[in-house]
């Protein structure tokens, strides 16, 4: 494939000082299992240090800030945005459930980073924009299903979920994000992976960029392109800000009683059912009238 069109990895256009991919001021790292919070979206949520990376508790965030939403549904948005949790301590959980972030009956917590907890947050909250990228600009990409491919991601012909926006650098041929994890040739040095189950959601975690180690900037746009088109069909509710420049959910609706309708219509039964059902009557006949005489007698 002709690379000559694709722009280099520093040609991603940045924003200003104040963009999204501006890296935070370092600052000095505290020691292990010490609560820390970080305000996400005006809500403070509590923090740790777990091997050297401070991380969010996930269900203080799905409690609070994504608490209209189900829990296979922000389960189902981590797995395709590829975060992984990691499992706090039986210590971790008890200073945790100290620091109120988790009930006392909680058994166990994941933790999340706090760029993972943005993502997250930001597809549900949020409104995912496209990074601002030039219009030849692709990023090199692979997968490892069934034989393995690698590809060019055109950000800018992905404008929908079944966009054709990978170019296969080997056939030429374009196809869609979901339908090239399922698109694979036979090389030499080649291994055969066996591909899950034909999820066609799951090319969020299998598709990768070919460069295992990438910049920060090149590694958050390829985050926020896969951000994209990764709704779902269920609408978000809508939050507003105050004076005070705190995010501010709506109330939760008050739950709906619900009503069960039986069906009392007869089904229609055959010869062999309907004398089963006469015979079972007269049975049952027979039991009620003599409990009736035994009653009467005594």
């Known amino acids: 494939m002709d690379k000559s069109h694709l722009s280099s990895t520093n040609d991603i256009i940045m924003t200003s000082s104040t963009g999204s991919y501006q890296q935070e001021p370092r600052t000095p790292p505290r020691p292990p299992n010490q609560v820390g919070q970080v305000i996400l979206y005006g809500v403070p949520i509590v923090s740790l240090v777990i ?7 996930l269900a203080q965030i799905s409690n609070t800030l994504l608490k209209n939403y189900s829990y296979n549904e922000i389960h189902n948005r981590r797995v395709a945005l590829g975060i992984t949790c990691v499992q706090c301590t039986p210590v ?18 994941g933790m999340i980073t706090k760029r993972e907890a943005e993502r997250l947050c930001k597809s549900f909250l949020g409104e995912n924009a496209p990074p601002k990228l030039p219009d030849n600009f692709a990023f090199d990409v692979t997968h490892e299903c069934a034989w393995g491919c690698r590809g060019n991601f055109i950000p800018a012909r992905y404008n929908s979920s079944r966009a054709k926006c990978i170019k296969c650098s080997l056939c030429n041929m374009y196809f869609s994000p979901n339908k090239f994890i399922f698109h694979s040739h036979r090389t030499p040095d080649a291994k055969y992976t066996q591909p899950d189950a034909a999820n066609f959601n799951s090319w969020r975690r299998h598709l990768k960029l070919s460069d295992k180690q990438p910049a920060d900037e ?9 951000a994209m088109f990764n709704g779902g069909s269920r609408k978000r509710a809508c939050g507003l800000f105050n004076g005070h420049g705190v995010f501010v959910l709506p ?7 619900a009503t069960l309708i039986f069906n009392l219509s007869t089904p229609t039964l055959t010869g062999p059912q309907r004398q089963r059902k006469e015979e079972g009557g007269r049975i049952m006949s027979s039991i009620l009238n003599q409990n009736r005489a035994k009653s009467s007698i005594e």
């Open 251 to 257: 109330p939760s609706p008050q739950p709906v009683r």
């Open 51 to 57: 091997d050297h990376n401070e991380r969010l508790c």
């Open 92 to 109: 971790q959980l008890e200073i945790l459930r100290r620091a109120g972030a988790m009930p006392i009956s909680s058994r166990r917590c």
């Open 218 to 226: 090149m590694a958050f746009a390829w985050e926020d392109v896969k």
